[in-house]
């Protein structure tokens, strides 16, 4: 996401420049071939190999869970392992011959078969079914498997059985005790894909990372589970915004910066939760944050504050960013009693959400960055639509709202398109001065 805008934003220059005649067409286009030429190689010879390494491996478990009873134990288990083992040689053939990503999902077909494999010695053998335990040992082969051969492949498979294994330890006893063993896993995981610029693998970790830390805000929580995942959510996505727009100021690996589409998008997910849950009366007696919470907020703090001293580039978007998760962050401050009576605490929490819907607006668009303006709008509109249901007082303190809400909003719609034509002025300028 942030390398195509990236290439997009410096086409853009690039055919300025050439117009200003700050550079040649010669120097752009070497430009373009140097920036681009990784881009010109089609993606699809590789998806259809990884789809096609798919389907064998689904081949391959479904002749498992056949449960062959024909064939003995030893040939079944042996076909399996020969399955494994004859995957290496033509991956490394085919890494020889220039074709990685062919490379790569014959080595994640042989992970999957090494799940299969799992699978058929527990069948063949009538272990106790514990699909977590086997979940556990499918990521260990698959980091194995990532670290040996340097593909993104089983490092993939690694993050979603390691996710599959925490998520399936919170069962009855096992639901209030923190699964910190996952990270024995996650950790070395986390390193690899750190050196690797693949998006699949950089989403998976983030994904993976995501519902470890909503089951650490499960176990204290008890009746309150819910209202600790999302004001929990709130602070850990406004985190993750922060270290996300760090991550893309400062150049950090690709596993980092998939932090900040998600961030935002769950930021904005539940901005409109908290609107429609302040609107609810059954809501606000019980709508407190527990301890489990605070190492979420403390964290979501110190991102912020990293990113507002740290980042080199200290321009105004990031500062209006910065702003619009302070003040979701205050949200459920407010569902704490602070804010006064329900009447107040809900015109309150409704404008708040309102602000920082409009900050995520501003701050994508000074910034350059298109989810932030999407989430921005989205958060708006459904926002409205929750108050128009819900009803906040009278038809006419409605009126009076949206009145309010709508002149404040068209003044910042001046004030945008002012600092727009000043921005367009201004580059307007530096390349007349430049030619």
């Known amino acids: 996401m942030?390398?195509?805008?990236?290439?997009?934003?410096?086409?853009?220059?690039?055919?300025?420049?050439?117009?200003?005649?700050v550079i040649s067409?010669?120097?752009?286009?070497?430009?373009?071939?140097a920036r681009f030429s990784d881009e010109a190689k089609s993606r699809l010879p590789g998806i259809f190999a990884m789809l096609g390494a798919l389907m064998l491996a689904a081949s391959v478990s479904a002749f498992v869970a056949a449960n062959w009873q024909e064939i003995p134990r030893l040939v079944r288990l042996v076909g399996i392992l020969a399955i494994i083992a004859g995957c290496f040689l033509p991956a490394l053939l085919l890494q020889?011959?220039?074709?990685?990503?062919a490379a790569d999902a014959a080595i994640t077909f042989a992970t999957l078969c090494f799940g299969a494999g799992i699978a058929l010695v527990g069948q063949m053998y009538h272990l106790p079914s514990d699909w977590p335990a086997g979940a556990m040992l499918v990521a260990i082969g698959g980091l194995i498997a990532a670290a040996l051969t340097g593909k993104s492949g089983p490092l993939v498979v690694a993050f979603v059985?390691?996710?599959s294994w925490s998520c399936g330890r919170f069962e009855a006893a096992h639901f209030r005790e923190t699964h910190w063993s996952f990270l024995l896993l996650f950790v070395p995981g986390l390193l690899l894909a750190l050196g690797r610029e693949n998006r699949l693998l950089a989403h998976t970790a983030v994904?993976?990372?995501?519902?470890?830390?909503?089951?650490?805000?499960?176990?204290?929580?008890?009746?309150?589970?819910?209202?600790n995942l999302v004001d929990g959510g709130l602070a850990i996505s406004a985190a993750y915004i922060a270290i996300g727009l760090l991550a893309l100021d400062r150049g950090w690996p690709a596993a980092i910066k998939a932090l900040l589409p998600w961030g935002a998008v769950v930021f904005g997910i539940l901005l409109c939760v908290e609107i429609a849950l302040v609107l609810e009366k059954s809501s606000l007696g019980v709508h407190a944050a527990t301890s489990a919470v605070y190492p979420a907020y403390g964290a979501a703090l110190a991102a912020l504050a990293a990113l507002a001293v740290l980042a080199r580039q200290r321009d105004s978007g990031r500062l209006v960013i910065i702003a619009a998760c302070a003040v979701g962050l205050i949200i459920p401050v407010m569902f704490a009693g602070l804010a006064g009576a329900d009447v107040l605490r809900?015109?309150?929490?409704s404008i708040a959400v309102f602000v920082s819907a409009v900050g995520l607006i501003a701050g994508g668009l000074l910034i350059g960055f298109r989810t932030f303006i999407v989430v921005g709008y989205a958060v708006f509109g459904v926002s409205i639509l929750i108050l128009l249901w819900q009803t906040i007082g009278t038809l006419l303190s409605q009126s009076l709202f949206f009145l309010v809400a709508g002149v404040a909003l068209l003044?910042?719609?001046?004030?945008?398109?002012?600092?727009?034509?000043?921005?367009?002025?201004?580059?307007d300028t530096v390349s007349g001065s430049a030619a």
């Open 2 to 21: 942030f390398e195509r805008g990236y290439r997009q934003q410096l086409e853009a220059d690039l055919v300025k420049w050439v117009a200003a005649g």
């Open 25 to 33: 067409g010669d120097a752009a286009q070497s430009i373009r071939k």
């Open 96 to 101: 020889r011959r220039g074709h990685p990503a």
């Open 161 to 163: 059985a390691m996710t």
């Open 207 to 227: 994904v993976a990372l995501s519902f470890w830390l909503g089951a650490l805000l499960m176990p204290q929580g008890g009746a309150k589970v819910f209202f």
């Open 346 to 349: 809900r015109a309150l929490v």
């Open 411 to 427: 003044v910042l719609a001046a004030g945008a398109h002012r600092l727009a034509n000043w921005s367009r002025s201004a580059v």
